[in-house]
Nanobody, 124 residues
Framework: QVQLVESGGGLVQAGDSLRLSCAAS????????MGWFRQAPGQEREFVAA????????DLADSVRGRFTISRDNAKNTVYLQMNSLKPEESAVYYC?????????????????WGQGTQVTVSS
């Protein structure tokens, strides 16, 4: 079992930056492929970013590429999502996710563990 706890959400203005953190705990936490999803009211949960176990491989949704960066500190079992140039339409609950297989981490149905989510609100 892996527990995920997100932090760092909040209210920012359009164009601002925000960094989300996800602390993982549990016996297999350090071996998980990690990712971030987001879900706005009335919309499906969508993939944002992912990072492999070692941190060498990353993947980003087209909509955030060039503005968001995902990274991890395996010594702290923590994953980060640096979000720059935020847009109002990116207001959502952001969820940390862990998956056994990196090649399926974009698929929310393949996620093995979820965090409770952290709200990000971007005002115009």
């Amino acid at each position: 079992q892996v527990q995920l706890v997100e932090s760092g959400g909040g209210l920012v203005q359009a164009g601002d930056s925000l960094r989300l953190s996800c602390a993982a705990s549990g016996r297999t936490a350090s071996r998980q492929n990690m990712g971030w999803f987001r879900q706005a009211p009335g919309q499906e949960r969508e993939f944002v970013a992912a990072i492999g176990q070692s941190g060498r491989f990353t993947d980003l949704a087209d909509s955030v590429r060039g503005r968001f960066t995902i990274s991890r500190d395996n010594a702290k079992n923590t994953v980060y999502l640096q979000m720059n140039s935020l847009k109002p339409e990116e207001s959502a609950v952001y969820y940390c996710a862990a998956a056994f297989k990196f090649d399926r981490i974009k698929d929310s149905s393949a996620i093995n563990f979820w965090g409770q989510g952290t709200q990000v609100t971007v005002s115009s």
